[in-house]
């Protein structure tokens, strides 16, 4: 037996597997208990991937020959790659404790680490293998990937510098070190990296593809394209350079190009979850809602344990006609239940109601975005016993370092996994914590779920309940949730006296032009609003008001609004309502000092259902320009309403649809009015609580003062 057990392990070790099976088998026939041939059996087992099969022999083989740290080593990597980490753990430690001075265990412990996100100790088991097989290149890679994952960034720059000093060609440290300069938004730098990867191997996908990425990133599209052109050419059965050339023709509003690439990601990989969410978005921005939350219903059933795309389901439904606070309520419940966490225990808490407070806003919207317009006035207002940190995971721009500098404390937490992020903000020793994005993209809400401070806020990022049970409060006014809505909230409201946010327009805003009319003779309707609240029930809506007002035309801009699929969408349903084509106006994106300038030939805007503006109405009405809203159902229907009775303009909020199109029509019939409303309102609206970040930000702190102080009963 002994001659066949090494005839077995000849075969197996030059890879043939089934030949090798057979001798091991025929071994056992003999000898049931034979520790090595059980051994080497679970192993090939393991390798042809049935990890059930080797986890049984494995253990058999252990029962007989329990100190066998190579056995265990095989048998934990059984258990990993079934997904029993607890089990896999168990086993590696005691193959360590049996041979401790075994590099490859420690670095195979360091990779279970790494794979659960227990990142200090796969540093930790790292860096013990590196100290038993100094120099291990393998083994320096996974430490700079643990230690940028863990928020050492820099760290991992100088692992990959150090490799490259003796290795300065080595593909895959030079593409890692691309990756850090990428996740830390140090673009140029992971440029120059990218490209020297392709110098020295053209035909490396890889590079190409991430090379795309950064590109794009740095708003480069039409660069990036080629990029991923290439990479696709170089691997074509693989899906991702598709989904990101899809992403970019997005960018560029090209939605049907976006969608041909996103339909061939699925073709290729129909369970690609990447490609199923990128084609669910696509869908929304193309009119598709209802197709849209099917694809994410398709998505969450192949992985319904992944929070950003039940996230992004949540945020889909938003968008149905007819939706209602009730309905959305019993589907975020859902989220809060299947995405719960194991909470952090919390130090000692001084609870003196009237101390200073540290509060935390987290976002990855701090910059060119509506929160960075909403929170800029309090950040930059004056502030008594509050303190405020910013944890901002995004590429900086102009806004960002305004809001920067405002801010009392700046966390970059770019590219960070949650433990580091929540381990800054126990140190930061945070009383109450904001969260901006609700079930938004980049959201945080699994951090928010594992509570690292004491109170816990909703507000401005998201439009209604998150379901989350640690999240304690949502921050809204008395116009977007009524007092008899409260029991469709997970969270207790809090309701700001004079609205929920303060705007802070651009200073490059351009002065309020003439009004339209004057020059035109007919009266423009507009919205700029994104695509996907565009549903048939607004553009029907809109076709009665242009019936209503003889030779008035439509103007819409948006990101892709004038890509083919939507130009035939919205053509086709004007005209099937007897508005002829030529009276739609589309445009896609502009410069935002632009967009803003367009609203010179817009006369009266015309708002959104279910989902109305936000910060689309308040830059509408900043340009002089009145928007036309109804009160809607839902938290994210009640936007518009809320700004224009903060800035004292109620007149324009409807009750219904009858009202929408009555208010719209009256407002067209009576252009001397809109010209004086239009010279006003810019005035009008700097004076009102919308525009007042002083009041805004008194309310807030009182109003946090009042939470706290509830907490410390």
Request: proline content about 5%; aromatic content about 8%.
């Amino acid at each position: 037996m002994r001659e066949l057990f090494f005839r077995a392990v000849e075969l197996h070790q030059s890879g043939n597997l089934a030949e090798a099976e057979r001798l091991y088998r025929q071994i056992l026939q003999a000898e049931p208990r034979n520790p090595n041939a059980l051994h080497y059996l679970g192993v090939a087992c393991h390798q042809r991937g049935d990890y059930a099969e080797a986890i049984k022999h494995i253990t058999k083989s252990l029962k007989v020959h329990s100190n066998n740290s190579e056995a265990l080593n095989h048998l934990a990597l059984s258990y990993q790659v079934s997904g029993n980490f607890g089990k896999a753990r168990s086993a590696f430690r005691k193959a360590i404790s049996l041979s401790p001075e075994n590099s490859e265990l420690h670095f195979n412990i360091g990779m279970l680490f790494s794979s659960e996100g227990n990142l200090a100790e796969a540093v930790e088991s790292y860096q013990k293998a590196l100290s038993l097989s100094p120099g291990n290149v393998s083994i320096l890679e996974n430490l700079g990937i643990s230690l940028e994952q863990a928020g050492h960034p820099e760290d991992a720059i100088a692992i990959y510098n150090g490799v490259l000093v003796n290795d300065p060609s080595n593909i895959r440290i030079l593409v890692n070190l691309g990756n850090v300069y990428r996740s830390q938004g140090q673009n140029e730098a992971a440029i120059e990296i990218y490209q020297k990867v392709i110098a020295l191997d053209e035909g490396n996908a890889v590079a190409h593809n991430n090379l795309g990425l950064v590109l794009g990133a740095k708003n480069y599209d039409d660069k990036a394209i080629s990029h991923f052109e290439t990479a696709i050419s170089l691997n074509p059965i693989i899906s991702e350079p598709h989904i990101n050339l899809a992403n970019s023709y997005r960018r560029l509003g090209r939605f049907g190009d976006a969608l041909e690439q996103t339909k061939k990601a699925v073709s290729l990989n129909p369970e690609n979850d990447k490609a199923l969410a990128t084609y669910a978005n696509l869908l929304g921005e193309t009119g598709d809602v209802l197709q849209s939350i099917e694809t994410y219903h398709d998505l969450l059933n192949l992985n319904p344990s992944n929070p950003t795309y039940h996230s992004n389901y949540l945020l889909s439904e938003q968008y149905q006609p007819n939706v209602s606070a009730e309905s959305l309520y019993e589907l975020h419940k859902v989220w809060g239940e299947r995405h719960q966490q194991p909470q952090i225990k919390l130090g000692p808490i001084d609870r003196d109601p009237d101390r200073a407070l540290k509060v935390g806003l987290l976002s990855p919207d701090f910059g060119s975005h509506p929160i960075g317009y909403f929170t800029q006035g309090l950040l930059e207002s004056p502030r008594d016993k509050i303190s405020i940190t910013c944890y901002s995971n995004r590429v900086p721009d102009d806004l960002t370092d305004r809001l920067q500098s405002a801010a009392d404390q700046w966390r970059d937490i770019r590219g960070l996994h949650d433990t580091p992020v929540i381990q800054q903000i126990t140190t930061d020793k945070i009383d109450i914590l904001f969260e901006l994005s609700g079930h938004s993209s980049h959201n945080h809400l699994p951090l928010f779920a594992r509570r690292p401070a004491p109170i816990q806020i909703s507000w401005a990022g998201y439009v209604g309940t998150t379901g989350v049970s640690t999240m304690d409060y949502v921050m809204a006014d008395k116009h977007h949730v009524p007092e008899d809505e409260d029991a469709f909230y997970t969270e207790t409201i809090i309701r700001m006296p004079d609205g929920y946010v303060s705007y802070a327009a651009p200073d490059y805003a351009p002065e309020v032009a003439e009004l339209p009319f004057n020059k035109n003779s007919f009266i423009t309707f507009g919205s700029f609003n994104n695509v996907v609240k565009i549903n048939s029930e607004v553009l029907n809506l809109w076709a009665e008001i242009m019936r209503a007002v003889p030779n008035s035309q439509l103007f819409l801009k948006y990101r892709g609004i004038d890509d083919p699929v939507n130009r035939r969408r919205f053509e086709t349903k004007i005209q099937a309502k007897g508005i002829a084509p030529e009276r739609l106006r589309l445009e896609g994106s502009s410069p935002h000092k632009e967009l803003l300038a367009c609203y010179g030939e817009v006369d009266i805007a015309l708002d959104t259902f279910p989902y109305s503006g936000g910060l689309t109405s308040c830059e509408a009405l900043w340009m002089g320009v009145p928007v036309v809203t109804s009160y809607g159902n839902t938290f994210a229907g009640r936007h518009s309403s809320s700004h224009l009775r903060n800035v004292g303009l109620s007149e324009f909020v409807a009750k219904d649809a009858n009202g929408y199109v009555d208010i719209a029509v009256q407002a067209a019939l009576n252009t001397n009015a809109l010209a004086i409303l239009r010279e006003a309102l810019r005035p009008k609206m700097r004076a009102s609580t919308l525009c007042d970040h002083s009041l805004f930000a008194a309310n807030f702190e009182a109003a946090m003062r009042v939470t706290w102080q509830q907490f410390c009963l």
